[in-house]
């Protein structure tokens, strides 16, 4: 079973790293096609950095539409009071694609949790939208959630969009490093380890998941890593 059929919920992107740089144009167009022209944005995870960083990420957003042709709608949630604003939500609607991109992934899965504005994004989803999320971003929609920055002090719940999956991204960059600090978090019965290299993204869900960009997903078990590059299907 996949999503994205009529009266399901659309197709979620997993994404190792390139939200809304020409890299993924392919990929950002591919979740918008046959959908609202609405590119729906929170650099939320990247708040703790500072208003330049959010900045910086709102600015690569508008360039990542106008190359698309779609709308951008900034969605600047900084905080769980700005999480809970109605206001905030309402600018949710009509969504096509919803992106969560890079940053903190502790912070952005606390910050939107049980929330006004995850509600919306939640619906929208359920709804026929498309949901991405990169680095950062793609971490939080899982069931649980790592510090990566402070390894030792135990995960958060997640968003629960892929709760049988947990996203180590950068993979190809930076997994060994990751798993390193993430040896310390045993996951919970019936969740599975996934890499997926930079530039990279698995698209789908949530059993059957497509391989689209640059290089590789990674299937991580106790027994080793199983490769699955640009191209492949993955049952997870």
């Not at 905030?88 to 694609?97: E, I, P, W």
């Not at 949790?113 to 939080?140: D, F, H």
């Not at 959630?145 to 892929?162: T, Y």
């Amino acid at each position: 079973m996949s999503w994205g059929g009529p009266g399901e919920p659309g197709p979620v992107a997993l994404v190792g790293s390139g939200e809304y740089l020409p890299v993924m144009h392919d990929v950002e167009a591919s979740l918008l096609l046959g959908r609202a022209p609405r590119y729906v944005q929170l650099a939320t995870a990247a708040a703790p950095e500072g208003q330049s960083s959010l900045a910086r990420w709102h600015e690569l957003g508008r360039r990542a539409a106008e190359r698309l042709g779609v709308e951008q709608v900034v969605v600047p949630v900084v905080d769980r009071v700005s999480a809970d604003d109605p206001g905030l939500a309402s600018l949710v609607k009509g969504a096509g694609l919803v992106y969560l991109s890079g940053g903190n992934p502790r912070f952005l899965a606390e910050t939107l949790r049980a929330t006004a504005v995850w509600a919306a994004i939640e619906a929208a989803w359920r709804g026929g939208a498309a949901l991405a999320g990169c680095s950062a971003g793609a971490m939080a929609l899982g069931g649980s959630v790592p510090d990566v920055r402070h390894p030792f002090s135990g995960p958060v719940a997640g968003l629960g969009v892929v709760p049988g999956l947990a996203v180590v991204p950068h993979f190809d960059r930076f997994g060994a490093h990751l798993l390193g600090r993430l040896a310390a978090h045993a996951l919970p019965e019936g969740v599975r380890r996934v890499g997926v290299d930079e530039d990279t993204a698995l698209v789908g869900g949530p059993g059957s998941w497509r391989v689209v960009g640059r290089a590789s997903a990674w299937v991580l078990g106790d027994d080793g890593r199983q490769e699955h590059p640009a191209g492949s299907v993955v049952v997870l």
